[in-house]
């Protein structure tokens, strides 16, 4: 996947090409204190700052007409404590980095999300998740923070250390200040047998609890205009490892899942009325398949073809009623979808402004082939999503506010009174942040 484009023009775009942004001024700093002075610069400057990481983010959470931080010089390992069992990592270090660089010292991340192109400041500011019936999403799995504040300084924290601003930065959204190092919680690395096959959508729903609670990482894709999903079940393993041999792995990973699902993506858009018969042969596409390999290259996947994406966190106990009431709503529209849902799980987690905070929660993702018009698509998803207090991810299209936000989150009060405390002058806001959090 590509990553983020300055143009040179100076236009700032995300991997989807849906936010576009023109900073005054662009910083590489090569170390936290280089990244410290130009926050305090930009304060001199009176310019707002707004780190980017890879720009997988479909909302302007990142974007800035003031000075753009890239991390991309902040990079790589500081430190491995095998006694505590964490990793401490540079906030712009790729995800795809990280996992590598764990594997080659036999640990590995206990879950995570199904790409890993982001940074890991990036990943984890947005509430990045993956599926899990008892291991939550990426930032439930830091242990400790370093960010440099809106007066320039660095500020550590951790569950006893700053306690308050723990419980908030680890979901930050970049409202609290620009994080520059993340320590996470590591483990031994394992083997992970992954299970996918197709099933019909009334069974998968019939028996979702079961699902749930019978595995470790359970999610499925259903296909709108069919009554088919892909199921996949990824539970840990005694081994012996058995990857996807490697011809497989190329004709279903890429030329199905990438080469070919782009080529009916491009006949969808160009023939709107062909996608509920491109979408019933997308559905049979990919064979049922059981493979066992260490975590990363059973959780995540390429995604090569772009697209825009909604997605909202509702309680797990709603999402059969969601999921039922989002195919209704497709059947008797004059929609055209040519891309799959999307629905996976997490526990409840004591992060102030995750989507699982406090609650078990399922997540319902609803996308669009990029330069197809989605707005019709995701309002029509988003008035489901919201009749059930569903949260959205805080990176992916929505068009909540504060007043909702206060709703569905207890602790929003907290967060907001944090902001207040470390960013008085809103030398990170951006126009994403005073639409979500106020001014």
């Known amino acids: 996947m590509s990553t983020t484009v300055i143009g040179k023009s100076g236009t700032w775009r995300n991997w989807a090409g849906n936010v576009t942004a023109r ?41 800035t007409d003031g000075v753009l931080i890239r991390p991309q010089l902040l990079t790589g390992i500081r430190k491995i404590d095998r006694e ?13 980095r990280l996992n590598l660089a ?5 640990l590995s991340l206990t879950n995570m999300g ?15 998740h ?64 992954a299970r996918e096959e197709p099933m019909p959508f009334e069974r998968v729903l019939a028996e979702f609890d079961q699902l749930h609670a ?44 990438n080469g070919v699902f782009q080529v009916a993506n491009w006949v969808g858009q160009a023939v709107p009325a062909t996608i509920p018969t491109i979408a019933q042969i997308s559905s049979r596409a990919l064979s049922a398949r059981t493979y066992t390999d260490i975590p ?15 997605e909202f966190a509702v309680p797990r106990e709603a999402v059969v009623d969601t999921l039922r009431e989002l195919k209704a709503m497709v059947d008797r529209s004059k929609l055209r979808v040519s891309f799959p849902v999307e629905v996976r799980t997490a526990p409840a987690d004591d992060i102030t402004l995750s989507t699982a905070s406090g609650r078990e929660s399922a997540y319902v993702a609803v996308h669009m082939f990029k330069g197809t018009p989605y707005q019709a698509y995701f309002t ?36 907001t009174a944090l902001r207040d405390r470390l960013d008085p002058q809103r030398r990170f806001q951006n126009d994403y942040l005073r639409r979500v959090l106020g001014a």
């Open 23 to 63: 900073p005054v001024r662009e910083v590489t700093p090569a170390t936290v204190e280089e990244l410290a002075a130009a926050v305090r610069q930009a304060a001199e400057d009176d310019l707002r700052v707004k780190a980017v990481g890879t720009g997988h983010s479909f909302t302007a959470a990142a974007a």
């Open 84 to 96: 505590a069992m964490t990793v401490t990592v540079a906030a712009g270090t790729p995800l795809k």
């Open 102 to 106: 764990l594997a080659r010292e036999g």
């Open 114 to 128: 199904d790409i890993m192109e982001q940074t890991v400041s990036g990943a984890t500011s947005t509430g990045t």
């Open 130 to 193: 993956g599926t899990g019936r008892d291991s939550a999403s990426i930032a439930a799995q830091i242990r400790g923070l370093e960010l440099v504040t809106a007066d320039g300084s660095v500020l550590t924290c951790s569950a006893t250390e700053n306690p308050d601003v723990f419980a908030a930065a680890r979901v930050g959204i970049g409202a609290l200040g620009i994080v520059t190092a993340i320590t996470f919680a590591v483990e031994p690395i394992f083997l992970l047998t």
């Open 214 to 257: 019978e595995n470790e990482h359970f999610e499925f894709y259903w296909f709108p205009h069919t009554g088919n999903t892909n199921t996949k079940r990824n539970n840990r393993s005694a081994g012996p490892e058995k990857p996807v041999p490697q011809l497989n792995s190329w004709f279903e990973d890429e030329f199905l899942s």
């Open 296 to 310: 990363y290259k059973v959780f995540t996947s390429p995604r090569r073809v772009r697209f825009v994406e909604m």
């Open 380 to 415: 029509a998803a988003e008035r489901i999503f919201t009749a059930h207090e569903g949260r959205p991810h805080w990176g992916k299209v929505h068009t909540r506010d504060t007043d909702y936000f206060a709703k569905v989150y207890p602790r929003f009060g907290e967060f």
